[in-house]
């Protein structure tokens, strides 16, 4: 389990983080939805070192990182051995193949043979749905197709956790689709994943638990169906303010 413990984390004119605990349990999607600047993805960022708050602790199995204290680079490689990181945008070495690029880092930092590593990602690649791309290189390939081979690239790496970071945002609704399969079918195998999104339509189908954001604060830790099915106070308005289901007058000035 990830645990963090009064993580607090400010810039010069914003406060990002305000005292966050929370815990993301294995074996389970966890979805970080809520308006754009409420601290997001500075959280995911920083449960990966990507960020750095003053004050605080980050808890992963038996290591502990106090956020008051320097970070050694063993604790960033401890950290960093354990998770995945999945950008906006997918990131992959324009000068190297697809199975080049899912294949360094296994060789490089897990030591594997090049036959165990190309073996495992051809898995991988049929896992996302792009057998045939293993000798393409990245600017032959989609948008939707780079980030799935950015998910692989990932998973490779043989992660306890997989973070996403608006995974899809940068593409078209038809590509976002292709990756969001993927996603759902991640966490159908239990894959534990920590997803910022901004796509309800996932975090519905999807997330085992729900966190919602707002001015630096979670104010709402807990189940998915809860948070869709009984939204009260700003969560409710929240939905009702991103849905024109729920909303005549848009429908009738749409008409």
């Given at each position: 389990m990830i645990t963090l413990e009064h993580v607090d984390k400010k810039y010069i004119e914003h406060h990002a983080l305000k005292d966050v605990s929370l815990d993301f349990p294995k074996n389970e999607t966890t979805v970080i939805?809520?308006?754009?600047?409420?601290?997001?993805?500075?959280?995911?960022?920083?449960?990966?070192?990507?960020?750095?708050?003053?004050?605080?602790?980050l808890?992963?199995?038996?290591?502990?990182?106090?956020?008051?204290?320097?970070?050694?680079?063993?604790?960033?490689?401890?950290?960093?051995?354990?998770?995945?990181?999945?950008?906006?945008?997918?990131?992959?070495?324009?000068?190297?193949?697809?199975?080049?690029?899912?294949?360094?880092?296994?060789?490089?930092?897990?030591?594997?043979?090049?036959?165990?590593?190309?073996?495992?990602?051809?898995?991988?690649?049929?896992?996302?749905?792009?057998?045939?791309?293993?000798?393409?290189?990245?600017?032959?390939?989609?948008?939707?197709?780079?980030?799935?081979?950015?998910?692989?690239?990932?998973?490779?790496?043989?992660?306890?956790?997989l973070l996403l970071d608006e995974p899809t945002s940068a593409l078209d609704p038809e590509l976002e689709i292709q990756v969001l399969r993927v996603l759902k079918d991640l966490a159908a195998q239990k894959q534990s994943m920590i997803v910022v999104t901004h796509n309800m339509e996932f975090a519905r189908l999807v997330a085992d638990r729900i966190v919602f954001f707002e001015d630096g604060q979670a104010i709402y830790n807990g189940a998915s169906k809860a948070f869709f099915d009984h939204p009260e106070g700003r969560i409710k308005a929240f939905l009702e303010a991103i849905s024109l289901e729920s909303d005549e007058a848009a429908d009738s000035n749409l008409s």
């Open positions: 939805i809520g308006p754009s600047g409420s601290g997001k993805s500075t959280l995911l960022r920083a449960i990966n070192l990507l960020e750095l708050p003053e004050k605080g602790h808890k992963f199995d038996d290591l502990d990182i106090d956020f008051s204290q320097p970070i050694s680079s063993k604790q960033q490689f401890q950290l960093r051995r354990k998770s995945g990181m999945v950008f906006q945008n997918w990131n992959l070495f324009p000068h190297l193949t697809v199975l080049q690029n899912i294949t360094e880092g296994p060789r490089a930092v897990l030591k594997q043979s090049k036959t165990v590593a190309e073996n495992a990602a051809k898995k991988l690649l049929e896992l996302v749905g792009l057998p045939d791309t293993a000798n393409r290189y990245p600017n032959q390939l989609s948008g939707g197709q780079q980030q799935r081979i950015s998910i692989c690239r990932a998973l490779a790496m043989q992660p306890e956790y």
